[in-house]
């Protein structure tokens, strides 16, 4: 098996050949060539919620970190398409690694697992050689093989309560995650200051402004934002969380600080109810838009099919590190 090393190799091999030029079907082609090209090839597009809406709305499986963990281990497709970002992919092909991994733009990263640098990580969890290491699955393999547990925002509460209480952990990489979950289970944990630039966009006093003018509205927010946003929250919770929500509360009206892709899979399910993203700092950009999420599109998802490229390589050894804290995480929840 080729490294990621070998896997930027022959992208860029393939770049300099013109792979990138090569035509594209036209917009009105494009859909039924990705499903004439993942029937030809046995493949499934697996995509989160923050993915651009066509790109959902041609996903054999969408849905939040953890049910897409679930789905990627049990495909039987020779291909998994990931619409997501690098760790979703990643962590697809180490829990079902004779599959064909690939993801449409390897640019796709993530400010949250970027800001855990592995060697870094391993000399602050040496400093406590008694703590259990339980990381958010937005993080690299890796930080991954450094774990003992990993957990995604779903299951984040339940894993940590399914811990001794005398067990000393690190949590990693997200602190605003990791500082909701000392105030939702009362465990004190020990922090890595990892963040995610889409959920630290949000600004207070706008989200406050905005309610006031919304009055009957539910604010609900993901736990990866700042801890002043999530203490003013009718809701914190996942992707799925917060679609469920929205469907099941009796609010017609909901301000909602996570990616803005969710919106889509929002109005589906609730089509009669009004969704206003969350403010943001700044009103010069799309802060609530993921920009690794959006460098997916569907001219690459073609060419990603089309070519199987880039796909995710990973070494064997690090694999089967990196497997066992994801797979205690499925069994517990
Ligand atoms: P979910 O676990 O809710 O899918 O969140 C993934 C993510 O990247 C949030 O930024
Ligand atoms: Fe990473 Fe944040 Fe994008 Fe999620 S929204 S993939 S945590 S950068």
């Not at 963990?69 to 997501?84: L, N, P, T, W």
């Not at 539910?218 to 003013?232: G, R, Y």
Request: hydrophobic share 40%; with cysteine; net charge negative.
């Amino acid at each position: 098996m080729g490294t990621k090393a070998d896997l930027e190799i022959a992208t860029t091999t393939l770049a300099a050949r013109g792979y990138l030029k090569l035509p594209v079907p036209t917009k009105d082609t494009i859909v039924f060539e990705i499903k004439r090209l993942k029937k030809e090839k046995n493949a499934v597009i697996l995509a989160h919620y923050y993915q651009n809406k066509d790109i959902q709305e041609l996903a054999d499986y969408l849905g939040d970190s953890l049910y897409l963990a679930k789905i990627a281990a049990e495909v039987e497709a020779d291909i998994i398409v990931f619409a997501g970002v690098h760790f979703m992919a990643e962590t697809a092909k180490i829990i079902n690694p004779t599959k064909k991994v690939v993801l449409p733009d390897l640019k796709a990263g993530c400010s949250l697992a970027d800001s855990c640098p592995p060697a870094d990580f391993k000399k602050f969890k040496e400093q406590y050689p008694e703590a259990l290491v339980v990381t958010y699955i937005n993080c690299s393999a890796d930080i991954k093989a450094l774990s003992d547990i990993v957990c995604t925002s779903s299951n984040a509460v339940q894993i940590i309560e399914s811990i001794p209480k005398d067990k000393q952990i690190i949590f990693a990489p997200d602190k605003n995650l990791g500082r909701y979950l000392i105030k939702e289970t009362g465990r004190d944990m020990i922090l890595w200051e990892g963040s995610c630039i889409v959920h630290e966009a949000f600004s207070f006093e706008k989200i406050v402004t905005l309610f006031k003018e919304h009055p009957q509205a539910k604010f609900i927010a993901h736990p990866e934002s700042e801890s002043q946003v999530l203490d003013v929250a009718h809701y914190v919770g996942s992707t799925s969380g917060l679609l469920k929500f929205v469907q099941e509360d009796d609010a017609t009206e909901f301000i909602v600080a996570t990616e803005a892709g969710i919106l889509h899979e929002m109005q589906k399910r609730a089509p009669h109810k009004t969704f206003i993203p969350a403010p943001v700092e700044d009103d010069t950009c799309a802060c609530s838009e993921c920009a690794f999420m959006k460098l997916n599109t569907l001219e690459k998802l073609y060419l990603c099919l089309e070519h199987e490229l880039p796909e995710i390589l990973l070494e064997e050894n690090l694999m089967s590190q990196a497997r066992l804290p994801i797979e205690r995480m499925l069994e517990i929840g």
